[in-house]
């Protein structure tokens, strides 16, 4: 008997054989279709964008900030993809024509409403074991910004009119209160 659909492990080939209006992440060869952002959701991903890009480029940094859709390869095999809304590769050898080909250094997340157990629970371990430095999940529906420091095993929640310290950075402060949101 053939296997059902549904217990079909996928691969990175099958994402990328999708069409261009399709938007999918791969978590252990399940595909999870996401829908458009929100306006609220674009309107942070971009500020949050800005502002790391402006302070790596002032500092003269070498990390690299892109903003979804940019995929990230995470694991060794191909049963991982996913487009992390905001992502900061410092070590530029993970870098190819693919995008991110194994963890990066620091992770954002902001929550829609079908992301929520994704962000929350999966993405959270996949992240966390694949050696990723920071994660922040920025909840505007709860108005909560959730810092995980995996280096140092600890974990901060703020609100969205806080100073957030980043972890990867000594001098680095995302203020969302000043944030055009």
Do not use: S, W
């Given at each position: 008997m053939p296997a059902l659909k549904?217990?079909?492990?996928?691969?990175?080939?099958?994402?990328?054989?999708?069409?261009e209006n399709e938007h999918a992440e791969l978590i252990d060869g399940q595909i999870y279709y996401q829908a458009a952002p929100s306006r609220k959701h674009q309107d942070i991903s971009g500020e949050l964008y800005a502002t790391i890009h402006d302070?790596?480029?002032?500092?003269?940094?070498?990390?690299?900030?892109?903003?979804a859709p940019f995929a990230v390869l995470l694991n060794d095999d191909d049963s991982v993809y996913i487009e992390p809304d905001i992502s900061v590769i410092c070590d530029r050898n993970k870098l190819s024509d693919r995008g991110c080909e194994g963890a990066p250094d620091w992770i954002i997340e902001i929550v829609s409403p079908g992301s929520r157990r994704m962000d929350y629970m999966i993405k959270l371990f996949k992240y966390r074991t694949a050696g990723v430095r920071e994660y922040w999940i920025v909840d505007?529906?709860?108005?909560?910004?959730?810092?995980?420091?995996?280096?140092?095993?600890?974990?901060?929640?703020?609100?969205?009119?806080?100073k957030v310290p980043v972890g990867i950075y000594d001098n680095l402060v995302i203020d969302f209160a000043e944030m055009d949101i």
């Open positions: 549904e217990n079909k492990k996928y691969t990175i080939e099958d994402i990328m054989a999708l069409p302070y790596i480029k002032r500092n003269g940094g070498q990390c690299k900030v892109y903003h505007y529906a709860k108005d909560m910004v959730m810092v995980y420091n995996f280096e140092q095993n600890e974990m901060e929640t703020y609100t969205m009119a806080d």
